[in-house]
């Protein structure tokens, strides 16, 4: 693993990017504006193949955050705090927090700010603001938002209305929240570096979490014409009942179908308005990158950036997270030490977001606690094409079953188990190597033979795909 060469324990910036999937320039989106996160990537190892454990923003966090999965957490929904399923768990940030770190807390790091209060130095951070509405900035966003609760109004329901799918205010980056917590993190930055002790100072950015809101400079980095529609607008052949949503995240929106599909020229306006939300939190972590190097911190912190999950624009002709497809399963995974050996590489490996709280751990020089259910990443940072995981897992509930998935080098496998009887209700594989976009369920083409490895493999679980054993790497 790289070793240190500061007497001081590193620093920890860790940066968590809310509905990032791997649309950037470093992942091979040229038309993507990401100049930030792709300079970061040329001083880290970018991480090809990272999953997560869950593809929702709560379950996903604190799976990250705890070091388990969420088959030990038991949380699978975006009401359970982390402290309420597992009060005693040694968290992430409590662990370094016990081990002489300042930790503190900046934007969305949990699903909220509740779920782990002991694991700070200090309260965490929530941007506020003169709001108009619920995000908005716009008197537009204000106008449908009013108009959409007098809908929700007249069908009898209680819960308010959703305001537009996105914004574009002509307005500065701090007039919405990612520009607010971009700034509370410098001050943070500025105040810790001039304290002895180390810090983990984790921030959560919103974007590009929907509404799709960011200021009109974002938007103007892109010509319209010029959008992508997603290639494969269609539904898997061969998919089962459990595999997709009616995305009711996006349609909750103003403007946007209640049922059907999402009309093209929409599409494009929603892919626009995603592609500028990243743009704009891509300028934020540039601010915070930049601030660390001038305050003389960068040679002794490391860095981790991440996406909580993925997210459709289209793809599958649906949108939105929430399924065990590789569109929403992966997500970007950057990793910066200062003294790594592979900085600017990528790396195809396999790993999983659970594998954070460990590798973290042994760069920082911790005890990687016993409840961790990942394995630390540490060594990739000197040597990324080292023999490594033979599957990531993730999974997702859906109408009592529990979908399990796993990806292996080349497949993705899927069963989908009643949580009452533990039947079998439906399986899914798709082949990489033939079908990178899973655009064909070739369970029922395929040998029997080979789905039953597979079925053993996913049942044998997490455990039994580990990398080898540490001293059978080296040399």
Not at 222 to 230: Q, T
Not at 344 to 352: M, W
Not at 396 to 417: F, K, L, N, Q, S
Not at 427 to 448: M, R, T
Request: net charge negative.
């Amino acid at each position: 693993m790289p070793e240190q060469q500061n007497s001081k324990k590193p620093n920890v910036l860790f940066i968590v990017v809310d509905d990032l999937r791997t649309q950037l320039g470093c992942y091979g989106v040229p038309w993507i504006q990401s100049p930030n996160i792709d300079k970061l990537a040329t001083e880290s190892l970018l991480f090809e193949r990272a999953y997560c454990q869950q593809a929702i923003c709560a379950p996903s966090r604190c799976s990250a955050l705890s070091g388990c999965r969420p088959d030990t957490t038991k949380i699978y929904d975006l009401k359970t705090p982390l402290r309420d399923a597992m009060p005693d768990v040694l968290s992430l940030p409590e662990h370094f927090k016990q081990n002489g770190y300042e930790t503190v807390s900046i934007g969305k790091v949990y699903h909220a700010a509740k779920d782990d209060l002991q694991g700070w130095t200090k309260e965490p951070f929530q941007s506020t603001g003169d709001w108009k509405g619920r995000g908005y900035l716009t008197d537009e966003a204000l106008e449908a938002i009013a108009q959409c609760d007098a809908e929700q109004e007249a069908s009898g329901s209680s819960r308010r209305g959703l305001g537009p799918a996105f914004e574009a205010a002509d307005v500065p980056d701090d007039a919405y929240h990612d520009g607010k917590d971009a700034l509370a993190a410098i001050r943070e930055l500025e105040s810790l570096s001039q304290q002895e002790k180390p810090f983990f100072l984790a921030l959560g950015f919103h974007k590009p979490h929907l509404p799709f809101n960011a200021p009109k400079r974002y938007w103007d980095l892109y010509n319209p014409a010029d959008i992508p529609l997603a290639s494969n607008r269609f539904a898997p052949e061969g998919v089962t009942p459990f595999s997709l949503t009616s995305y009711g995240e996006l349609r909750g929106y103003f403007g946007i179908p209640k049922e059907g599909d999402i009309p093209d020229d929409l599409a494009k306006q929603l892919i626009h308005g995603y592609s500028a939300c990243v743009s704009y939190m891509d300028a934020q972590v540039g601010k915070v990158l930049d601030r660390v190097k001038e305050l003389g911190l960068w040679d002794n912190t490391a860095i981790v950036l991440w996406g909580d999950h993925g997210w459709k624009l289209g793809e599958h002709n649906s949108w939105s997270k929430h399924t065990n497809f590789e569109i929403d399963t992966q997500a970007p995974l950057l990793a910066r030490f200062p003294t790594m050996q592979a900085a600017g590489q990528k790396t195809r490996n396999l790993v999983e977001f659970v594998d954070m709280y460990p590798s973290l751990c042994e760069l920082c020089g911790l005890d990687v606690p016993p409840h961790c259910e990942g394995v630390s990443f540490a060594p990739l940072l000197d040597q990324p094409s080292l023999p490594w995981k033979q599957a990531a897992f993730s999974q997702y509930p859906r109408r009592g079953v529990m979908g399990h998935a796993m990806r292996t080098d080349r497949y993705r496998y899927i069963e989908w188990i009643d949580q009452d009887s533990g039947a079998v209700r439906a399986c899914e594989l798709y082949d990489h190597q033939q079908d990178a976009e899973e655009n064909a369920n070739i369970i029922e083409k395929s040998d029997a033979s080979l789905i039953d490895t597979l079925s053993a493999q996913l049942r044998a679980g997490w455990r039994a795909a580990m990398p080898p054993k540490r001293d059978s790497l080296a040399g």
